[in-house]
């Protein structure tokens, strides 16, 4: 069992994120993904400096995706991922069917979490397109994942989201700028106020939602570390953590003495705990509401 890093789905400058990568090529990560996948306007890093990053961390022994746009808007959405998919030394992370129309036949991918993939005659389409490892969706739970891997196609990796907050939706409004009464075109990059998104509380002050530019993400922190024992009975290939800003060393490090054996959940909780200000949710999980927490702290 490997242990990923999701891109990074907040709008950081770039010298956050090309310091914030320096520390990851040391930390205990197998797979690292990179990339926008929130926003075509957010153009702190080009390109060129992706990929720069990806050889630093090629060069520290870890696997390198380049992670594509989820929505797709514009045609020179369409190029930039174009030019994602020619890259022709990194794997390519489809979060679009688009993306997946041009790497069909060109080269292997990997299926992202926000394509729809919720049954067998799906991940065999994907497999016969090209995919070598699929992300499990968000949204589904422990016996969706039994039936899928049951029919999964041989050769075909299975990776599942087991920490950060969800994201939920994307829209074509920027829900960051209408926070502050300005239109998406003329945004003047306010997510970039707000390094792990704009919080939204109920009256009752309980964490709900977290606003991200035209991403809705969940307001507590998608918590599997009690599930590692179940997903590795199951056959799941590669744990995926999502990037914060604050104690992702040491969120890496739990999860990875948990995969090997050397952490007590409740220990694992506790420290996990100390990372997170606002609470957990596992709830899709198991089957009920995202929102949901069926482990307590």
């Not at 400058?13 to 797979?31: C, F, G, T």
Request: aromatic share 8%; charged share 25%.
């Amino acid at each position: 069992m490997k242990l990923s890093l999701g891109p990074i789905p907040y709008y950081w400058e770039r010298e956050r994120v090309i310091a914030y990568y320096n520390r990851i090529a040391d930390a205990a990560v197998d797979i690292v993904y990179l990339g926008e996948t929130v926003c075509s306007k957010r153009r702190a890093l080009r390109l060129s400096d992706w990929l720069e990053i990806a050889r630093r961390l090629t060069d520290a022994g870890k696997e390198v995706v380049l992670s594509t746009l989820t929505l797709i808007e514009a045609k020179s959405e369409l190029s930039y991922m174009r030019s994602l998919v020619e890259n022709s030394r990194y794997l390519v992370e489809a979060n679009d069917m688009a993306a997946v129309n041009m790497l069909e036949g060109v080269a292997p991918f990997v299926i992202g979490p926000h394509v729809n993939v919720y049954n067998n005659r799906t991940l065999e389409l994907m497999a016969h397109a090209g995919a070598r490892r699929w992300v499990m969706p968000l949204e589904l739970d422990h016996d969706s994942l039994v039936a899928l891997q049951a029919g999964r196609p041989a050769g075909l990796e299975t990776e599942v989201f087991v920490y950060g907050r969800l994201p939920l939706a994307f829209s074509a409004r920027c829900f960051t700028a209408r926070a502050h009464n300005l239109s998406k075109d003329d945004c003047g990059f306010r997510c970039a106020d707000y390094p792990e998104g704009l919080f939204l509380r109920t009256r009752e002050g309980k964490s709900f939602l977290n606003l991200n530019g035209i991403q809705i993400l969940s307001g507590d922190t998608y918590n599997l570390v009690n599930e590692v024992g179940a997903m590795r009975a199951l056959g799941v290939d590669i744990l995926r953590l999502a990037p914060q800003l604050q104690g992702m060393l040491e969120i890496i490090e739990v999860f990875r003495r948990v995969m090997e054996g050397n952490l007590e959940l409740s220990f694992a909780d506790a420290i996990l705990a100390m990372q997170q200000p606002d609470g957990f949710c596992d709830g899709y999980w198991h089957g009920t509401a995202g929102m949901h927490r069926a482990h307590a702290r």
